[in-house]
Nanobody, 129 residues
Framework: VQLQASGGGLAQAGGSRNLSCSFS????????????IGWYRQAPGKHREEVSC????????YYSGSVKGRFTISRGAAVNTVVLQMESLKPEDSAVYYC???????????????????WGQGTLVTVSS
């Protein structure tokens, strides 16, 4: 499975930005009809943390406390795309954002990094104050 995260860039505090994760390929030779997409981020000097996750199996979503109410994860208009809409951005949202793919993600393991077997390269988001 290959993933491509895009949409990063510079934003002002209070502004918005949309990240897109597109994915393709197969898992163990089979097309994964159900999947989980997780958005994670890592700021300089900090551990990677979960931001928001989505499962196509049960349509469950997860948001970390720091982004709940400001970020929205959803399927994109294009096939095999998941979008992270980020609003009311804060300087502390600045980080490299990664999207990850998991073939067996449901609500119970939605935010568990170990559930995501494939990771994209990341896209940098910088929020200025």
């Amino acid at each position: 499975v290959q993933l491509q995260a895009s949409g990063g860039g510079l934003a002002q505090a209070g502004g918005s930005r949309n990240l897109s994760c597109s994915f393709s390929g197969t898992f163990n030779g089979f097309t994964s009809f159900f999947y989980g997409i997780g958005w994670y981020r890592q700021a300089p000097g900090k551990h990677r943390e979960e931001v928001s996750c989505f499962s196509s199996a049960d349509l469950s979503t997860y948001y970390s406390g720091s982004v709940k109410g400001r970020f929205t994860i959803s399927r994109g208009a294009a096939v095999n795309t998941v979008v992270l809409q980020m609003e009311s951005l804060k300087p502390e949202d600045s980080a490299v954002y990664y999207c990850a793919f998991g073939p067996s993600v449901i609500q119970s393991n939605l935010a568990n990094q170990a559930a995501y077997a494939y990771w994209g390269q990341g896209t940098l988001v910088t929020v200025s104050s």
